[in-house]
């Protein structure tokens, strides 16, 4: 019986030690992916404002980044994503990853 219940404890225990393990990658890569989208955002910004002031060199530099940044969010989106266990949809986000794939090339 002392046995059956040192095992139960055991296994109660190492269930707690792995949950937050698997919190923190989730968060993590969250983390990752809320900064990383944001910087692809302004860089994206800056890349219009650049193009519209006629200065083609310069967006197309800045848009490259964009696509870096958007590239790296997407895919820590995507293994949040695995973490989690929420697979669907994830067609959309590697259709998603490639259109920023599309846009670091486009220049």
Request: glycine share 6%.
């Amino acid at each position: 019986m002392k046995a059956l219940i040192a095992c139960f404890l055991f296994v109660l225990l190492a269930s707690f030690q792995c949950s937050p393990a698997f919190a923190e990658d989730f968060e993590s890569y969250m983390q990752v992916w809320n900064e990383k989208r944001e910087l692809a955002t302004q860089y994206l910004l800056d890349a219009e404002k650049s193009l519209k002031e006629g200065d083609e060199a310069t967006a197309c530099v800045t848009q490259r980044k964009a696509s870096k940044y958007g590239i790296e969010a997407t895919e820590s989106l995507i293994k949040a994503m695995e973490i989690n266990g929420s697979t669907d949809g994830l067609e959309n986000f590697e259709s998603g990853l490639n259109k920023w794939r599309e846009l670091g090339d486009f220049c």
